[in-house]
């Protein structure tokens, strides 16, 4: 039996930010990251090992960072707990002080008639399975994607640039439906479209059958298509077998509970990344939210607080803040959107702006961008934002998401201090955050 101060199970962006970061609390402790895949991979990467990388092998999470750290890899399956020992599927046994569980999560597989038929994967992150897929959708000229949430649009994106005629279906009435709203998923099917995807919303798949050597995607409006291959992207659910196993308190939708320190109810365990059950920062109430960017943050609070509290800063919640690109457009978001807002019955007011993300708007490289954001009426509070444009989008939700976090009202967020430069930034006269605020003050007054 081998005997650590700390034990970290699961080795994605939540499983390896907490092994650091213990490291960086407990210089003197022993630590080892417990993960089953012999190799593991960048998840936001997996959709682009399609085309744009080279091969599935460019997307892999080094170890380099473990090593550094002087942080132990044990390759194998946990399969149980007795009190602080770990049982190991190859009969060997770990003994912990502290424990994080960092188990992430597993792909949807819907209950559709068919669905376990040859060429139908549903999409993971196991290294070899993709390595699998990729080769065999090589030669493909049709595949239908299942899901029109990012991982699709991004799979459609990349799929639609090896000359393939893709079919993306999307049960909810428009594209990135839980993400964004409405006039934003519409950009997103638009330059899908422009670029020959075949969009297909508010309807969902009934079933699969075989079609000679291709498969029939069955509607459930009547109408099918025939492919080559189906790629199955719904989305992923916390893998919370361990925590069951471990006997954690947890949501059965949603994941583990953890507290504001991401301490689980036992007191010796921790939890983070995606098998965690996630609450809105806004509105309190879970959320299935599965984003790396989250998964670190998680697990940077896990690691340093192990055996005391280092860090006095606590998780209230997940803005959900993400951005992705199709095409040449890219679109993000934060906090809440208007769907969520009407849903949850806030009184809000929202501003919009439309500038170009340099000046003069002839500069290379120049984009148009689309900002809307969205404030609460009585405390004039930021509640959330939704941007368009070129790559200068991925930042500027990063901006809008700190001003949610600060609690950033419109005025002062009217009243920024700006640096401004032609080839990095839109003009000063036509900042798309500010102007986007100030027609939203306009309202209050109009």
Known sequence: ??????????????????????????????IALI????????????????????????????????????IDMIHCDVIGKDNKILRLKD?????????????????????????DMDNIYVLSKDYEYLQKMREEISTARNIAIVGGGYVGVELADELVKKNINVTLIEKLPGLLPTSVDQEFGSIVQTELENQGVEIITGVGVE????????????????????????????????DMRLAREFGLEIDEEYGVIVDE??????????????????????????????????????????????????VLKVF??????????????????????????????????????????????????????????????????LLGAQVSGGDSVGECINMLSVMIQKNMTDMEIDTLQIGTH???TPSPLAYGVINATVDAIMKWYN
Do not use: W
């Open 91 to 115: 009969g060997n046994q770990i003994e912990f002080d502290k424990l994080v569980l960092a188990a992430g999560s597993i792909p949807i597989k819907p209950p559709i008639p068919g669905i």
């Open 1 to 30: 039996m081998r005997n650590y101060d700390v034990v970290i199970i699961g080795g994605g962006p939540a499983g390896v930010q907490s092994a650091i970061s213990a490291r960086n609390s407990n210089p003197d402790k022993s």
């Open 422 to 424: 032609p080839l990095l």
């Open 207 to 238: 079933g699969f059958s075989k079609d000679g050597k291709n498969i029939k995607v069955e509607l459930e409006n009547g109408n099918s298509k025939i492919v080559d291959h189906v790629i199955i992207s719904i989305g992923f659910k916390p």
């Open 316 to 381: 209230h919640g997940t803005l959900g803040s993400f951005a992705t690109k199709i095409g040449n457009t890219a679109v993000g978001a934060t906090g809440l959107t208007e769907t969520r807002a009407k849903a949850m019955k806030i009184k809000y007011c929202t501003g919009v702006s439309e500038s170009v993300d340099r000046h003069p708007a002839k500069l290379p490289n120049a984009s148009k961008m689309r900002i809307k954001l969205m404030f609460a009426k009585n405390s004039h509070i």
């Open 35 to 70: 993960r089953k895949e012999g190799i593991a991979l960048i998840p936001c990467g997996i959709p682009y090992t399609m085309h744009s990388l080279n091969s599935v092998d460019e997307d892999i999470l080094p170890d380099a960072l473990l090593q550094k750290n002087n």
């Open 261 to 310: 320190y991401m301490k689980t109810s036992d007191d010796d365990i921790f939890a983070a990344g995606d098998c965690v059950a996630k609450r809105s920062y806004l509105s309190g109430d879970f959320r299935r939210i599965m984003l790396a960017s989250t998964a670190m943050s998680q697990g940077r609070l896990a690691g340093s607080n192990l055996f005391s509290i280092n």
